[in-house]
């Protein structure tokens, strides 16, 4: 149903379309973001229906002058043209609905045209970013889908993968790619079908943090979350309803991964670990301790060799961070976790803590390791328990009270580590989240001894939220000296 425009949205737009065209196109970018806010407010008069702006009435004629005002900065020469198009094609699109979104069908070709030239790399994040914001908008009418998406999708792929490898691809940009990509392939399998590939070695490379692949580029925490989410939203593109059973079958190459590391990265202890999901040693134990703590190959998961002891505690902190994307990211079609084989890995980690003075709780080192190796891996522990606390979280969080009859066992590993290692700052952060997460969820059917248990976690919490009463020597030396700052007396 169309809707009349107000004066103050014609006079809004007519004002948007008069600075457009009086202001120099190497000063557009000052004044575009203004521009772009102005744009909602014209929302009704760029969405009406086209009956209500026809060719030749007023509203239709100032609507027309804007679009091909947008399509000439869309080719623009300038850089800060071309900048300032994409800005307000998004804004148009947004404001307009689907009147505008209907019409963009031309916009969408000359961003693509865009995205291969040798912009800067901001211009193809935000290139990027309204190429996927039009896709989005395009799901919820199949004649769009088929004339705008549909076409425009392989190109995009295509060019986005091309422009991460090249020396001009910034941080940035490929944050931008990893996560328009990760929104997209749950809605267009088939058409990422083909690129999967691509994709795929790109994420691994990501999440194994080798630079080797991608010239030198440095991937931070962020790229890896979001390769870590777009390699397990992958399984969508898995032909013949076979989405859930690539899934499992990722899922469990990553479990098998994450043991194979376990077995050279602890091998500096000996392990009171039995398997009760039928895991299998990876290497001999004359062949374990011969030799430096490293990976021979890729490792189940078709993650990159690794070697060293911190690489590899690294490596199986990520591995446990991709389980919990696993867990979190939706799923094509519906099946079983398989939590047993989980809940065995989480049980191996948590086996292993720091030792503690005075206690003999902990594992037993393993005299044929150097006792350096061994040092390192009481350092690197916390970082690893850390990650398994927020993969117990995901775990609750996606399960809630299914998951009911395994949180006793859950609290005792939770408990078991943070007694161990609270000297840590984010071991406690976190133990703290998940132990509420615990408490929500069976906090009323906990028994006497459990609740005694609870009671070293709330004096830390006491401890961390109470100031600290004691003075500070070196503030005090200072007062007492004569050198720190004096109270002013009142007369």
């Given at each position: 149903?169309s809707?009349?425009?107000?004066?103050?949205?014609?006079?809004?737009?007519k004002?948007?379309?008069?600075?457009?065209?009086?202001?120099?196109?190497?000063?557009?970018?000052?004044?575009?973001p203004?521009?772009?806010?102005?744009?909602?407010?014209?929302?009704?008069?760029?969405g009406?229906?086209?009956?209500?702006?026809?060719?030749?009435?007023?509203?239709?004629?100032?609507?027309?002058?804007?679009?091909?005002?947008?399509?000439?900065?869309?080719?623009?020469?300038t850089?800060?043209?071309?900048?300032?198009?994409v800005v307000?094609?998004?804004?148009?699109?947004?404001?307009g609905?689907?009147?505008?979104?209907?019409?963009?069908?031309?916009?969408?070709?000359n961003?693509?045209?865009?995205l291969?030239?040798?912009?800067?790399?901001?211009?193809?994040?935000?290139?990027v970013?309204?190429?996927?914001?039009?896709?989005?908008?395009?799901?919820?009418?199949?004649?769009?889908?088929?004339?705008?998406?549909?076409?425009?999708?392989?190109?995009?792929?295509s060019?986005?993968?091309?422009?991460?490898e090249?020396?001009?691809?910034?941080?940035?940009?490929?944050?931008?790619?990893?996560?328009?990509?990760?929104?997209?392939?749950?809605?267009?399998?088939?058409t990422?079908?083909?690129?999967?590939?691509?994709?795929?070695?790109?994420?691994?490379?990501?999440?194994?943090?080798?630079?080797?692949?991608?010239?030198?580029?440095?991937?931070?925490?962020?790229?890896?979350?979001?390769?870590?989410?777009l390699?397990v939203?992958?399984?969508?593109?898995?032909?013949?309803?076979?989405?859930f059973?690539?899934?499992?079958?990722?899922?469990?190459?990553?479990?098998?991964?994450?043991?194979?590391t376990?077995?050279?990265?602890?091998?500096?202890v000996?392990?009171?670990?039995k398997?009760?999901?039928?895991?299998?040693?990876?290497?001999?134990?004359?062949?374990?301790?011969?030799?430096?703590?490293?990976?021979?190959?890729?490792?189940?998961?078709?993650?990159?060799?690794?070697?060293?002891?911190?690489?590899?505690g690294?490596?199986?902190?990520?591995?446990?961070?991709?389980?919990?994307?696993?867990?979190?990211?939706?799923?094509?079609?519906?099946g079983?976790?398989?939590?047993?084989?989980?809940?065995?890995?989480?049980?191996?980690?948590c086996g292993?803590?720091?030792p503690?003075?005075?206690?003999?709780?902990?594992?037993?080192?393993?005299?044929?390791?150097s006792k350096?190796?061994?040092?390192?891996?009481?350092?690197?522990?916390p970082?690893?328990?850390?990650?398994?606390?927020?993969?117990?979280?995901?775990?609750?969080?996606?399960?809630?009270?299914?998951?009911?009859?395994v949180?006793?066992?859950?609290?005792?590993?939770?408990?078991?580590?943070?007694?161990?290692e609270?000297?840590?700052?984010?071991?406690r952060?976190?133990?703290?989240?998940?132990?509420?997460?615990?408490l929500?969820?069976?906090g009323?059917?906990?028994?006497?001894?459990?609740?005694?248990?609870?009671?070293?976690?709330?004096?830390?919490?006491?401890?961390?939220?109470?100031?600290?009463?004691?003075?500070?020597?070196?503030?005090?030396?200072?007062f007492l000296?004569?050198?720190?700052?004096?109270?002013?007396?009142?007369?």
């Amino acid at each position: 149903m169309s809707r009349k425009s107000s004066p103050q949205a014609v006079a809004t737009l007519k004002q948007i379309s008069y600075r457009i065209a009086s202001t120099p196109v190497e000063r557009l970018p000052q004044i575009v973001p203004n521009l772009a806010g102005l744009l909602r407010n014209c929302r009704d008069l760029l969405g009406s229906t086209s009956a209500s702006t026809k060719q030749g009435s007023d509203d239709g004629m100032l609507i027309h002058r804007l679009y091909v005002q947008l399509t000439t900065l869309l080719q623009d020469r300038t850089v800060q043209g071309r900048w300032s198009a994409v800005v307000l094609t998004k804004a148009i699109i947004e404001a307009g609905g689907l009147e505008t979104l209907s019409k963009s069908n031309g916009w969408v070709k000359n961003l693509l045209g865009m995205l291969k030239k040798s912009d800067p790399p901001t211009t193809r994040c935000l290139t990027v970013i309204t190429l996927t914001r039009i896709f989005t908008l395009t799901w919820d009418h199949s004649n769009l889908i088929r004339e705008i998406t549909t076409p425009a999708l392989p190109t995009f792929i295509s060019t986005c993968l091309s422009n991460v490898e090249r020396k001009t691809c910034s941080a940035n940009e490929l944050h931008t790619v990893l996560e328009a990509f990760a929104v997209l392939v749950p809605r267009h399998p088939a058409t990422f079908r083909t690129f999967e590939g691509r994709i795929r070695n790109l994420c691994r490379r990501i999440v194994s943090n080798d630079e080797r692949g991608i010239r030198s580029m440095h991937f931070s925490e962020i790229h890896r979350t979001a390769a870590q989410s777009l390699l397990v939203a992958l399984h969508c593109c898995a032909p013949k309803q076979g989405a859930f059973e690539k899934w499992d079958e990722t899922f469990k190459n990553t479990i098998r991964a994450a043991h194979a590391t376990c077995d050279r990265v602890f091998r500096g202890v000996s392990e009171d670990w039995k398997s009760t999901s039928g895991a299998q040693p990876s290497i001999s134990a004359q062949d374990l301790v011969v030799g430096e703590c490293q990976s021979v190959d890729e490792d189940a998961a078709g993650l990159s060799r690794w070697s060293g002891i911190f690489a590899g505690g690294e490596r199986l902190a990520t591995l446990i961070e991709l389980l919990g994307s696993h867990i979190s990211s939706s799923t094509a079609g519906s099946g079983s976790v398989r939590l047993g084989m989980l809940l065995d890995l989480v049980t191996r980690i948590c086996g292993i803590i720091v030792p503690t003075s005075g206690r003999q709780d902990f594992t037993k080192p393993n005299q044929q390791i150097s006792k350096d190796e061994r040092d390192a891996l009481y350092t690197l522990l916390p970082s690893i328990h850390v990650a398994v606390l927020r993969l117990m979280m995901i775990l609750l969080e996606r399960f809630g009270t299914i998951v009911t009859s395994v949180i006793s066992g859950v609290l005792d590993q939770i408990l078991w580590v943070f007694r161990a290692e609270k000297i840590d700052d984010s071991i406690r952060a976190v133990g703290y989240a998940l132990l509420t997460d615990v408490l929500g969820l069976i906090g009323p059917a906990l028994d006497k001894d459990q609740v005694q248990e609870l009671v070293s976690v709330a004096k830390s919490c006491c401890t961390d939220l109470l100031p600290d009463d004691s003075p500070n020597p070196a503030a005090a030396n200072g007062f007492l000296n004569g050198n720190g700052p004096r109270k002013q007396q009142s007369n």
